[in-house]
């Protein structure tokens, strides 16, 4: 199970809306559960796909993207609203779900990943026997 995300975007988009963007914005997200897996959505608009970098280390799902700015060195910016630099996010996963199988894809600027729900997690039937002996244990 998606257990949560960065803990600090709230202050960030806080702290912009106060002093102006301060550094490149947190990518918007959306996570679901589709019947055995967790797909997630992120939107990376204008992102080069070779700049996206994922990875996991126990339950957190790192990922990292980078956007430039397609104006070529030394013109005059007009206006600059779109950010560029660096962009991440941390997610952390539940015990749950199985990291080993995770698959991305990035399509029409927004990277997907779909992350299964691991064999042990999944519901099972228990079978009920019954009319046996029951043995009983002296001390």
């Known amino acids: 199970m998606l257990m949560r995300s960065d803990p600090f975007r ?8 106060v002093f102006g963007p301060t550094r490149p914005g947190a990518m918007g997200m959306d996570a679901y559960r589709s019947g055995d897996e967790f797909v997630v959505h992120f ?20 990922v990292r993207a980078e ?3 397609p104006a070529p060195e030394g013109a005059e910016m007009i206006v600059a609203e779109r950010p560029t630099g660096t962009f991440t996010r941390q997610l952390f996963l539940g015990e749950t779900l199985d990291t080993e199988r995770i698959d991305a894809s990035y399509d029409a600027g927004v990277l ?25 244990i002296s001390s």
Do not use: M
């Open 67 to 69: 956007r430039t700015s």
């Open 43 to 62: 939107d990376l608009p204008g992102v080069d796909p070779e700049t996206i970098d994922l990875d996991v280390e126990r339950n957190v799902l790192n």
């Open 112 to 136: 997907t990943l779909r992350i299964p729900v691991a064999e042990q997690a999944k519901p099972r039937k228990i079978q009920i026997t019954g009319g046996g002996e029951r043995k009983q």
């Open 10 to 17: 709230e202050l960030d988009r806080l702290t912009q809306q």
